[in-house]
T-cell receptor
Framework: EPEVTQTPSHQVTQMGQEVILRCVPISNHLYFYWYRQILGQKVEFLVSFYNNEISEKSEIFDDQFSVERPDGSNFTLKIRSTKLEDSAMYFC???????????FGPGTRLTVL | GDSVTQMEGPVTLSEEAFLTINCTYT??????LFWYVQYPGEGLQLLLKATKADDKGSNKGFEATYRKETTSFHLEKGSVQVSDSAVYFC???????????FGKGTRLHILP
């Protein structure tokens, strides 16, 4: 059964460093998403992406964040200069249709020291 | 804005016990409601959903009914199994918007 994959499963970085979180969505899906969950908090929407453009972004998704689909398979989230408060579990999701079921990856746990 | 509140965990039950995980929501429109489950080491999986009032979503023995009058979508299962141990997330989405709004999640631990 096709699934969304994410790498790495756990990333540790120093404050101020750049990180890139990688996702491989399901191959025929067209809509892509990033969510995050700070420990003990709610899962929060970050950004949606379609047709090589951001469709919607939340207040959390400031200038430090960017997303890219560099090739036909990967979907990445870049944090330019990490802060302690960026420590969270980051989930990637994809769907075939707008408003269709979103399929989630297992998440990348980001720890910023 | 729209939000979801679900009961705090962890919830620990014995096998074959009855399960209820409470969920209430706040929404300006008429949202679709979901329960997602996350098994250890895996991604969030859609467990069930309901898109209008009085709809009952069901899957794998779990059920939840969309109650507009009480703005609730409580998850129930009549007889839980050890394999149901996971984190359960209540969620909603506006029918005109594809972003999902989640609750904090409830960790369920079933003892054999």
């Amino acid at each position: 059964e096709p699934e969304v994959t994410q790498t790495p499963s756990h990333q540790v970085t120093q404050m101020g460093q750049e990180v890139i979180l990688r996702c491989v969505p399901i191959s025929n899906h067209l809509y892509f998403y990033w969510y995050r969950q700070i420990l003990g908090q709610k899962v929060e929407f970050l950004v949606s992406f379609y047709n090589n453009e951001i469709s919607e972004k939340s207040e959390i998704f400031d200038d430090q964040f960017s997303v890219e689909r560099p090739d036909g398979s990967n979907f990445t989230l870049k944090i330019r200069s990490t802060k302690l408060e960026d420590s969270a579990m980051y989930f990637c999701a994809s769907s075939e249709d707008y408003l269709g079921e979103q399929f989630f990856g297992p998440g990348t746990r980001l720890t910023v020291l | 804005g729209d939000s979801v509140t679900q009961m705090e965990g962890p919830v620990t039950l014995s096998e074959e016990a009855f399960l209820t995980i409470n969920c209430t929501y706040t929404a300006t429109g008429y949202p679709s409601l979901f329960w997602y489950v996350q098994y250890p080491g895996e991604g969030l999986q859609l467990l069930l959903k309901a898109t209008k009032a009085d709809d009952k979503g069901s899957n794998k023995g779990f059920e939840a009914t969309y109650r507009k009058e009480t703005t609730s979508f409580h998850l129930e299962k009549g007889s839980v199994q050890v394999s149901d141990s996971a984190v359960y997330f209540c969620a909603l989405s506006d029918p005109e918007d594809d972003k999902i709004i989640f609750g904090k999640g409830t960790r369920l631990h079933i003892l054999p």
